[in-house]
């Protein structure tokens, strides 16, 4: 399966800056048929990076959308807007949860309105550290993704990609055991399963996301069950995120040779 390194620039760089470290990240970024490279810049910087982007070496993503397609609802932008200047939206993202107030229901309008415009939804999923350390990551991860996936049709999950990013390891240093994660993935899969069906489930890609960086990226992308990294404050770091698109791409091909 195709592996995605998906880097989430949050409220960093202006569309200089924007433009700057592309031309950068663009001099050592790889271009591989396994791997599927997207950046998600600020709103303001997708136009323009639309343009200067080589769209075989990179994608563009945004970091939200509002649900409505059109209507009066100032400072919001739809994914009608972003349709032919993005090809993701992350979706759901626990920083849009918990400092914004979305809740499931919100999420899901957002996850329609992403794929009624043809634009692939990444809906974030996670535990905060009290469910955590309360034993309740089952229990949430059941909820964002039957509440995320609630209006998805069967035409449309293959469309749809889920990231694992749990609260309390986004920007603290901290990452799950192994075995966590790929105790999560089945959570995740098995709950799209219930939903879809299992074959649908082992092809819905599961993405883990929360203080990633090169050092950690190879264990994380070996996880059974991980098909590729959403990468915080490490992809505004060049040689980083280069590298983590490197080790996907000798993961995707090891992958492919074993199954062949």
């Not at 924007?18 to 950046?39: C, N, Q, Y």
């Not at 192994?178 to 089945?186: F, M, S, T």
């Not at 983590?244 to 040779?257: D, S, T």
Request: aromatic share 6%.
């Amino acid at each position: 399966m195709k592996k995605f390194i998906i880097g989430n620039w949050k409220m960093n760089l202006n569309v200089h800056e924007a433009s700057l470290f592309v031309m950068k990240l663009a001099e050592g970024l790889p271009i591989k048929r396994d791997v599927e490279t997207v950046i998600c810049p600020s709103f303001i910087a997708l136009q323009p990076l639309s343009l200067q982007i080589n769209h075989r070496q990179m994608k563009l993503g945004a970091q939200d959308c509002y649900w409505r397609d059109s209507g009066a609802f100032t400072g919001e932008i739809s994914a009608t807007q972003l349709r032919g200047l993005a090809q993701y939206i992350l979706i759901g993202h626990s920083e849009r949860r918990h400092i914004f107030g979305e809740d499931d229901r919100e999420i899901r309008f957002k996850v329609q309105a992403a794929l009624r415009n043809s634009l692939t939804p990444v809906l974030c999923v996670g535990e905060t550290e009290f469910e955590y350390d309360e034993g309740d990551t089952l229990h949430v991860l059941n909820d964002h993704v039957a509440g995320g996936l609630l209006n998805v049709g069967s035409d449309q999950i293959q469309d749809v990609i889920i990231a694992y990013e749990p609260v309390w390891a986004i920007g603290s240093g901290r990452t799950p055991k192994p075995e966590e994660i790929e105790q999560a993935v089945k959570i995740i899969r098995t709950q799209i399963a219930h939903m879809f069906g299992k074959n649908v489930a082992k092809n819905v890609p599961v993405l883990y996301g929360g203080s990633v960086n090169l050092t950690n990226a190879r264990t994380i992308l070996s996880v059974r069950g991980i098909d590729g990294l959403l990468v915080g404050g490490a992809s505004l770091i060049a040689p980083e995120f280069v590298g983590m698109v490197e080790i996907a791409g000798e993961i995707a091909k090891q992958e492919e040779i074993k199954n062949e």
